[in-house]
């Protein structure tokens, strides 16, 4: 969960009002009641104090009605139209900025008239309906020009962009926000353009042009900073460390956290503190830097104690934190505080109380059905996968992880493209988002339905695959014209707004919005649908890529003469199919926890490691064999070419060096040390390697393109090592000097034990 916040989240507040101070101070007791109002208002922190203040406007409302004082009767109906905005009671709101409007044009107040507007295009903002809101926003911008107001017209330009942007339409947003930032500069606002700086920030973010983001953010941070602003400078050093984190650089999103935090606690801003201090733990976590996320989330939950605040959300981390480090009892104290069946039924399927853990999870689905929440929503069916699972219930544990899968995808819809390269790997309430798809897998062949066991595997694979590469080319990619990416973006920019839009929107309550949104959604994803078709016929490659086909192994691009071997690693253990023929031939489960499976590879890998402290393993080796492979390959001829899938930590495996059969007997030659009774699996079979059976039939069924004239492909005959017999030869003297010159490990695969690589002479050029 991100902590980004917009500069104008409730936009109520950035209207620009005639404050009540600054008229005529008489004692008259209705301008005193009105002062009052506006400075309970001002200070409120609860819901009681806002509706106090509502009370007293009211007073003071009637009061200049019956006193036939217009000018300030549209006045005080704006204060009222943002106080009721800011309660929740948008249909009194409404009323309100509509009186005002109306009064406002008989005192013929143009800056009144454009206030109202504001106030009304908020109002359908907080609703949701974006196009409504323009369009107020448009006769609020009108109204300002007509009054000559500079500065209203710049932060209804701010609105209007902030209005496209939740709509997904980022280049219309650009347009408005520059508009606004050029004004800003020409009436020397620096903190409308600190604003609008900030603002053209997320826009990049948003996009996933994160370098153009940090230069919008480190501009408004200067500003910020100039303007003795400690708030905003806090919040935009926290979503700098967003940014980063959602560019891959974990560390530099710490060392930008930090920053915020020392913002924040000097500045005594403690609620943000809390937040931001919440989120540094988040990432310590997902790094397994169990100290340091533990240290973050005690003093999150001191600082909640300190504001008298609810102190359930840290405890709940700190429990969610010890089940992480598989320390159980640790987390049971924390469990009972935070009274929370999310982690009390992870506690009860860490301890193996699977019915109980059932119950929790079924008491968790019961209240997330009724609010909505989609994390909690996916947590209670994936945990109740789980629990059904271990109870061997598969037919119910297979109907939950079905229904966690179309969670999943629903969440991964409402993100944009640049946001979803990680997003399997994101651990949601001790659950990974491939949970529920990894489940099915499994409990099909549970149920000995081979067949469909390997559907949702090369699913989530495929999709995996295409997020971590989405965004990846900002230039073009593939010969598609930078136009065309930019016009796909924004469709899905769109789409994933109409989706964040629909989920905000109670469908009970207002089934009217509901249906509306959900009829915009349709007409988006078709307009996608035609888009992408338009992209299969101009450019079949880049529509390959980024919106692969189904493919399965009855309809993939296999040979009759080679095998897959398809490895598919989860918590528990790894699923291994073997497909031959276009058919699943042979299934198996090995249970073998991740953690240490994990270990075991980077134990096997270690010799060939550069540096590695390790000897090579022949029994590990043999072992991991045994356990990955020989079920399914027992009947498998030597010779057969192997495909090998591999994912997760087998990805990091070297296949060909595990160890068939035979004994180490290791022997000297001129070439290294070498055990000729060892029987590799590269020596069986050959071997190559595909990402999934998508990836694969794609590449064997699609053409090359054009190859362009400014690229080239090189193949080179190096120099690894001071013995190579070019560097003995005097001719090549000058080869010798540039070996010394180079690093000890130019060669990153360079083995100091037993193991040695020798050269391949034919790689190199041989002349004409």
Not at 148 to 160: Q, R
Not at 500 to 527: Q, T
């Amino acid at each position: 969960m991100k902590m980004y916040q917009l500069l104008v989240p409730a936009m109520v507040l950035a209207l620009i009002l005639t404050p009540c101070s600054s008229l005529p101070q008489s004692g008259d007791e209705t301008i005193r009641l009105w002062n009052e109002a506006y400075k309970i208002e001002t200070g409120a922190k609860t819901r009681q104090e806002r509706e106090k203040a509502a009370k007293l406007y009211e007073e003071v409302l009637a009061r200049f009605e019956k006193q036939g004082k217009r000018q300030n009767v549209w006045a005080v109906a704006t204060n009222l139209g943002r106080l009721n905005c800011d309660l929740g009671q948008y249909a009194s709101a409404r009323e309100y900025y509509q009186k005002a409007v109306d009064v406002a044009k008989s005192v013929a107040s143009v800056d009144g008239q454009a206030q109202g507007l504001n106030g009304l295009g908020c109002v359908c903002w907080e609703l949701g309906k974006f196009d409504k809101a323009i369009t107020y926003f448009r006769q609020a911008l009108e109204a300002y020009k007509n009054a000559g107001n500079t500065e209203g017209e710049a932060f209804t330009l701010n609105h209007i962009g902030e209005a496209y942007r939740e709509q997904g339409q980022y280049a219309e947003a650009v347009t408005f926000y520059e508009k606004g930032l050029e004004i800003s500069k020409k009436i020397a606002s620096p903190e409308g353009e600190a604003d609008v700086l900030h603002n053209l920030g997320e826009v990049s973010r948003l996009r996933g042009q994160y370098r153009e983001a940090m230069d919008y953010y480190s501009k408004a941070l200067t500003t910020y900073r100039l303007l003795g602003d400690t708030r905003h400078e806090g919040i935009t050093l926290s979503n700098i460390g967003i940014v980063y984190g959602d560019w891959g650089r974990p560390d530099k999103a710490i060392e930008y956290y930090q920053q915020a935090l020392a913002v924040f606690n000097s500045g005594g801003i403690i609620r943000e503190e809390a937040r931001t201090t919440m989120e540094l733990g988040r990432i310590h976590q997902a790094r397994e830097e169990y100290e340091e996320a533990l240290a973050a989330f005690e003093r999150a939950r001191d600082l909640h104690k300190g504001m008298g605040v609810e102190t359930s959300t840290p405890m709940k981390l700190i429990a969610d934190l010890y089940l992480d480090m598989q320390k159980p009892k640790e987390a049971e104290p924390f469990v009972s505080q935070a009274k929370d069946p999310v982690v009390s039924g992870r506690l009860y399927i860490t301890k193996g109380a699977y019915e109980e853990a059932r119950r929790q999870y079924a008491k968790l689905l019961e209240s997330a059905q009724t609010s909505g929440n989609v994390e909690e929503l996916f947590t209670a069916h994936t945990g109740l996968g789980s629990a059904y699972e271990e109870l061997q219930d598969y037919r119910k544990a297979e109907d939950h992880y079905k229904k966690g899968m179309g969670i999943v995808e629903e969440i991964r819809s409402r993100l944009l493209p640049a946001e979803r390269k990680r997003f399997y790997n994101v651990r949601v309430n001790g659950f990974y988002r491939s949970a529920p798809a990894e489940g099915v897998s499994r409990v099909k062949m549970k149920l000995n339905e081979a067949g469909d066991s390997i559907a949702t595997c090369e699913a989530t694979r495929s999709r995996a695959f295409v997020d971590r590469w989405s965004g990846s080319s900002e230039a073009g990619f593939a010969g598609v014209p930078v136009a065309i990416l930019a016009q796909e973006r924004d469709l899905n920019a769109r789409i994933v707004a109409l989706k964040n839009s629909r989920a905000s929107v109670p469908k009970e309550r207002n089934p009217d919005r509901y249906a509306e949104l959900s009829r915009d959604v349709v007409k988006a994803e078709n307009e996608l649908k035609a888009f992408v078709l338009e992209l299969r016929k101009n450019y079949p490659h880049y529509a390959a890529f980024r919106y692969p086909p189904k493919s399965e192994p009855k309809n993939s691009a296999l040979r009759a003469d080679e095998c897959v071997v398809m490895l598919d690693v989860d918590e528990k253990g790894v699923k291994v199919w073997l497909i031959k023929n276009r058919d699943i031939v042979r299934t198996s489960y090995e249970k073998w926890p991740e953690k240490e499976l994990e270990a075991a590879v980077h134990q096997f890998r270690d010799p060939f490691e550069n540096g590695g402290s390790g000897e090579f393993d022949p029994e590990m080796g043999h072992l991991l064999y045994r356990k990955l492979l020989l079920p399914v390959l027992i009947d498998v001829p030597p010779g057969t070419h192997l495909i090998i899938m591999p994912q997760g930590v087998l990805a990091a495996l070297p296949f060909e060096a595990l160890v068939v059969t035979g004994k180490e007997t290791w022997k000297k030659t001129s070439s290294g040390a070498v055990s000729p009774a060892l029987t590799y699996l590269g020596d069986v079979y050959p071997i190559s390697y595909h990402q999934s059976i998508t990836a694969l039939t794609l590449a064997r069924t699609r053409n090359s393109p054009n190859p362009t004239k400014d690229k080239a492909l090189v193949l080179a005959d190096p120099i690894f090592g001071p013995d190579d017999d070019r560097l003995h030869s005097g001719e090549r003297e000058e080869l010798k000097l540039q070996w010394q010159a180079l690093p000890a490990n130019i060669m990153s695969a360079a083995c100091t034990n037993r193991l040695k690589f020798r050269r391949l002479a034919l790689t190199g050029w041989l002349g004409p």
